[in-house]
């Protein structure tokens, strides 16, 4: 929920250089702490996307802060919870 | 008898029974555990993960068996690579717990966390402001700062519940899940429930909403936050300025241990006191307000003589003069009195020669906290002697012997005899003197009517259906002009030849009774959850109560 | 040597003249293994197919066989047969052939199951979105227990058993075998803490419960027919059988493979199989086992230790198709359900679609997967 919600706002055109870690921090709060695999399931990609990428999140997160690029507020192939 | 078992939590060994979890296992040792859905009389959810500590077992070769030791000696300590939840995990042999490493304060910070998510900012509204374990635990365990600068889930709030008695505040829900479990295993019937998924899960009530059950308010107390709260305390007083009084309900012979909350000599409050082996942790809630009486219309507040209002002493010393006017004397006990009382009245009837009758109020058993007999202390007229059989509902016996002219005296304690077979004539033909805490038609009709202290006003003990002995405390000192009934029968007791001290202190009547009676501890000490003595003597007498909570259900 | 297809669990799918009916499903030798079946002793098969080691196909591996041996048989409960049909993985769609195509094969392997561990019933749990699926299987067990397959005194045995087909609502954590387990008996679907619930003791109605997957069932006959030892031969000892991946995103060829695990490499699925990456672009990353899986992103190098005591370094498409392999390589197998990124694909974008699926499927029960 929360992780669903900094992506979102990444999305749309609202990140912050803070965000790709503070995802891996709390995908690492998740995992090992529930109740059923659903939570693993929810931060592994999150640790080993945002881990791997982490120079596209920032690029995308600097263009934003810079003014350039179209926020995709009209991709609605996801939706806010 | 339960078998220890050794087990060490944060370094200190301690033995502890057999079959506890880790988290009554902590508390045991003196380590709080912070959690909230696990509750000790629901079964255990599993979901809130705050309770996670650091579980190690004697470690085994996984072949041979034999246990492994560490290059000193010791037995080495396998831990498991994740943190389990102690309210799932019972203690073992051997068991290692640890609460207070990094990775156990990260996982209670980081739940934590994400619990203060999406919970409303309402402390300086929210009623649980100053008991709320979110705050606690928070504080203790918590971050800090939050991190979070999304929008927060909106949901409804102020939804009065269970005919209007508890307000409902979803937002400030943390999912617990203790109030469907209490009412699904304690009510017995699914009255709240979780309504949509994830982090927009609600809690939410089906259709009857629990307004006709005598217990759903358990879950006000029960919720740890401030999502479920009771409507006639919404905004009356903060939990700090108010002082907690030990108390028992006297709604019915279950004896239910209760906290009274007062400020200011005003009760505010009441709330359930645990006692695994009375109430666990519930009360009915009829019994939260039955300190409505003490400041009720219906009380009787001046003492009055032929029906006019006058001054204490006056009536005192005119209640002596009726008392021994005429040795045909009767006294009418009341079950609604505690047991220093009684066993005053007691002595003040063998001294005045007095024959003694007595009331019992009767309802039906819900099988739970409320039983079928509606008087606290029923059981202490036969300790402290008053009766030796089950009386009967009414006063039909005592209305007879008036009649009949046996009767020129009467001691009427705490019992509207008008309700229960007296008529108006029956004043005539012989003097009563009233003592009560409510105003009625007899205290009108008596020659002296005696304004006596409510049960929250003084301390005392009450006998309960399992003949356990339970103490109480005085919650408020009761109006100007009121009595304590010890200090009347004092009065009464030595106009008849003895010299008892006047305004006796509670502890030396407690002494007192329990030298006059073997089968009391000595001086009455009840100890934490109250004594259970020795009833052999009152085997042959039926009482009405049936199997109940800790009652005749072979716990 | 080349990659090449295995086909077993799909040896019927997409060939020429067959159809979902039981007639033809006899004619090609169907439920021959279940009339054998009946009359072998059950500890004899439960120990057939823990020899086999096949493991788990639903996405947590864990071995079957193990899972049969753990279950309470001495309470005295009767015993339930859950054959998790709930293909909500984002990325899988492999079970999905197998219900619609070859039914009758997943009833065998149901039936056979259901045999060897003495189930009093079996229940398939459908993905409630699948609902000509719902419609086929439905059909296909009437045919089945007109010819004796399903219900009273299977093959003629004393055996008895139904099926009976329960359908989902479109919730991910059903596809989770405790939250299955409460969605069937009709509650909400959270998942329950093990212990006490481990479905082997306390499942269904706190009965012994078996949860497998549609593929690990239909292994089952196929591990009755040749043998645990046999299968156990096929491919990989460490992960014996063989997988279907369903492979989807953007490859020239995306579709299903089964392949014998560990006899070729992602690069060889990706490159030969699929016919490698749209015109103009290139892989960029892979999730290989559901989204669930960690990714694999193109240019890494995995330093992996040999059994010999020797390290080697894989790309990304030197990576053996078997659990091990993944698993030593940072992500893991998973339902099989390869997800491909190429170069045109932003992260930011894919992992937000990714996210806002599992909120919004988070059953809400503990605090840091509802929150988080």
Same mark, same amino acid.
């Given at each position: 929920m929360w992780i669903s919600r900094i992506t979102k706002r990444i999305c749309a055109g609202g990140g912050r250089l803070e965000d790709p870690d503070l995802l891996l921090s709390i995908a690492d709060g998740i995992c090992g702490r529930t109740v059923c695999a659903h939570g693993e399931g929810m931060a592994w990609p999150v640790q080993s996307n945002v881990s791997k990428f982490k120079d596209e999140y920032l690029a995308k997160i600097r263009r934003q802060l810079a003014g350039e690029g179209a926020s995709r507020l009209d991709n609605n192939s996801y939706r806010l919870i | 008898m339960s078998d220890l078992v050794n087990i060490n939590i944060d370094g200190k060994p301690c033995a502890v029974p057999a079959g506890l979890n880790v988290i009554e296992a902590a508390k045991l040792a003196g380590v709080e555990i912070p959690h909230f859905c696990y509750h000790p009389n629901l079964q255990v959810a599993g979901s809130c993960r705050l309770c996670?500590?650091?579980?190690?077992?004697?470690?085994?070769?996984?072949?041979?068996?034999?246990?492994?030791?560490?290059?000193?000696?010791?037995?080495?300590?396998?831990?498991?690579?994740?943190?389990?939840?102690?309210?799932?995990?019972?203690?073992?042999?051997?068991? *290692?717990?640890?609460?207070?490493?990094?990775?156990?304060?990260?996982?209670?910070?980081?739940?934590?966390?994400?619990?203060?998510?999406? *919970? $409303?900012?309402?402390? $300086?509204?929210?009623?649980?402001?100053?008991?709320?374990?979110?705050?606690?635990?928070?504080?203790?365990?918590?971050?800090?700062?939050?991190?979070?600068?999304?929008?927060?889930?909106?949901?409804?709030?102020?939804?009065?519940?269970?005919?209007?008695?508890?307000?409902?505040?979803?937002?400030?829900?943390?999912?617990c899940s203790r109030c469907i479990r209490f009412c699904r295993e304690i009510i017995g019937r699914d009255i709240f429930g979780f309504i949509r998924r994830g982090s927009k899960n609600?809690?939410?009530?089906?259709?009857?909403?629990?307004?006709?059950?005598?217990?759903?308010?358990?879950?006000?107390?029960?919720?740890?936050?401030?999502a479920l709260t009771e409507a006639a305390f919404r905004f009356k007083m903060r939990p700090w300025f108010m002082r907690v009084v030990n108390c028992v309900a006297p709604e019915s012979s279950a004896g239910v241990n209760t906290n009274v909350w007062v400020r200011e000599n005003t009760i505010y409050r009441i709330t359930p006191r645990a006692n695994p082996f009375v109430n666990d942790s519930w009360t009915s809630d009829s019994s939260r307000y039955e300190y409505k009486i003490v400041n009720s219309d219906l009380r009787l507040r001046r003492m009055r003589v032929d029906g006019a209002p006058c001054e204490p002493g006056y009536a005192l010393s005119r209640a002596v003069d009726v008392l021994k006017s005429d040795p045909r004397i009767a006294v009418v006990a009341s079950a609604r009195q505690p047991l220093e009382e009684q066993f005053l009245l007691a002595e003040f009837a063998s001294m005045a020669g007095a024959k003694v009758y007595a009331v019992s109020h009767l309802g039906e058993d819900d099988g739970f906290l409320v039983s079928a007999d509606r008087t606290p202390?029923?059981?202490?007229?036969?300790?402290?002697?008053?009766?030796?059989?089950? $009386?009967? $509902?009414?006063?039909?016996?005592?209305?007879?012997?008036?009649?009949?002219?046996?009767?020129?005296?009467?001691?009427?304690?705490?019992?509207?005899?008008?309700?229960?077979?007296?008529?108006?004539?029956?004043?005539?033909?012989?003097?009563?003197?009233?003592?009560?805490?409510?105003?009625?038609?007899?205290?009108r009709l008596a020659k002296v009517a005696l304004a006596i202290s409510s049960n929250f006003e003084h301390a005392g003990l009450f006998i309960n259906r399992q003949f356990r002995l339970q103490k109480f405390d005085k919650a408020v000192c009761a109006p100007k002009g009121v009595l304590d009934f010890s200090a009347i029968a004092v009065k009464f007791i030595n106009a008849f030849g003895a010299s008892l001290a006047e305004n006796p202190d509670i502890g030396q009547l407690r002494m007192r009774i329990s030298e006059m009676c073997p089968i009391l501890p000595k001086g009455c000490e009840t100890g934490e959850g109250g004594v259970v003595i020795d009833s052999s003597a009152f085997a042959s007498i039926k009482f009405p109560e049936t199997k109940s909570l800790h009652f005749l259900d072979n716990e | 040597m080349p990659i090449q297809e295995r086909r077993i669990l799909y040896r019927h799918i997409d060939v020429e003249g067959w159809n979902p009916s039981i007639d033809c499903y006899v004619k090609n030798g169907g439920y021959e293994v279940l009339k054998s079946a009946v009359s072998r002793p059950r500890a004899e098969l439960c120990e057939e197919v823990l020899k086999s080691g096949i493991k788990g196909r639903g996405g947590a591996g864990f071995p079957m066989g193990m899972k049969w041996k753990f279950l309470d048989?001495?309470?005295?409960?009767?015993?339930?047969?859950?054959?998790?049909?709930?293909e909500s993985e984002p990325g899988t769609c492999v079970d999905r052939e197998i219900i619609y195509k070859d039914p009758h094969q997943l009833i065998e392997g149901v039936m056979c199951a259901a045999y060897a561990i003495d189930a009093k019933q079996a229940f398939i749990y459908i993905?409630?979105?699948?609902?000509?699926?719902?419609?086929?299987?439905?059909?296909?067990?009437?045919?089945?227990?007109? %010819?004796?397959?399903?219900?009273?005194?299977?093959?003629?045995?004393?055996?008895?058993?139904?099926?009976?087909?329960? %359908?989902?609502?479109?919730?991910?954590?059903?596809?989770?075998?405790?939250?299955?387990?409460?969605?069937?008996a009709g509650m909400r679907a959270y998942p329950r803490i093990k212990p006490p619930y481990f479905p082997a003791v306390m499942g269904l109605y706190d009965c012994p419960t078996v949860v497998n997957n549609v593929k690990s069932l239909c292994w089952v006959p196929i591990i009755f027919k040749e043998g645990g030892e046999a299968v156990s031969k096929i491919g990989n000892p460490k992960d014996p059988g063989t997988y279907v991946w369903g492979v989807s995103g953007q490859v020239q060829k995306p579709g299903r493979y089964e392949i014998e695990s560990g006899s070729a490499t992602l690069g060889e699925l990706l490159y030969d199989l699929c016919g490698g990456p749209l015109a103009g672009r290139s892989f960029k990353a892979v999730i290989p086992g559901g989204s669930s899986m960690k990714i694999l992103k193109w240019g890494e190098t995995f330093k992996v230790p040999m059994p010999d005591g020797s390290a080697r370094e894989w790309r990304v498409e030197d990576i053996p198709l078997d659990g091990p392999s993944l698993m030593a390589c940072g992500s893991a197998l998973g339902s099989g359900g390869v997800i491909v990124m190429d170069n045109t694909v932003d992260m930011a974008e894919a992992m937000a679609n990714l996210n806002a699926f599992y909120a919004h499927e988070s059953c809400g029960q503990g605090t840091p997967c509802r929150e988080g």
């Open positions: - | 996670l500590v650091s579980i190690g077992t004697p470690a085994r070769d996984r072949a041979t068996g034999e246990p492994v030791l560490n290059p000193d000696g010791t037995q080495k300590i396998a831990f498991m690579p994740m943190l389990a939840i102690s309210c799932g995990t019972k203690v073992s042999e051997g068991m *290692h717990v640890v609460t207070n490493s990094p990775q156990v304060k990260a996982a209670r910070e980081g739940v934590l966390e994400f619990l203060l998510l999406n *919970h $409303p900012l309402d402390c $300086p509204i929210c009623d649980k402001a100053g008991e709320c374990k979110l705050q606690e635990y928070s504080e203790n365990f918590g971050r800090g700062r939050s991190r979070y600068v999304e929008e927060k889930n909106a949901k409804p709030k102020k939804v009065p519940v269970a005919g209007g008695r508890i307000m409902l505040d979803a937002e400030r829900c943390v999912l609600e809690i939410s009530v089906y259709g009857d909403d629990g307004g006709d059950s005598n217990y759903i308010m358990n879950v006000v107390d029960g919720c740890p936050v401030g202390n029923m059981r202490g007229l036969f300790v402290s002697g008053l009766i030796k059989e089950y $009386p009967k $509902p009414d006063l039909s016996d005592l209305a007879a012997e008036i009649r009949m002219g046996n009767i020129k005296t009467v001691l009427c304690l705490c019992e509207d005899a008008t309700s229960l077979g007296l008529e108006e004539k029956d004043f005539k033909l012989a003097n009563f003197v009233y003592c009560g805490v409510n105003d009625s038609l007899t205290a | 048989r001495k309470s005295g409960k009767p015993i339930y047969l859950i054959c998790n049909a709930d993905r409630g979105e699948y609902i000509n699926g719902y419609r086929i299987l439905i059909n296909a067990i009437n045919e089945a227990r007109e %010819r004796g397959f399903v219900g009273k005194n299977i093959c003629g045995s004393q055996y008895s058993c139904e099926i009976n087909v329960t %359908r989902g609502a479109g919730c991910y954590i059903c596809g989770e075998e405790t939250g299955l387990i409460s969605s069937l």
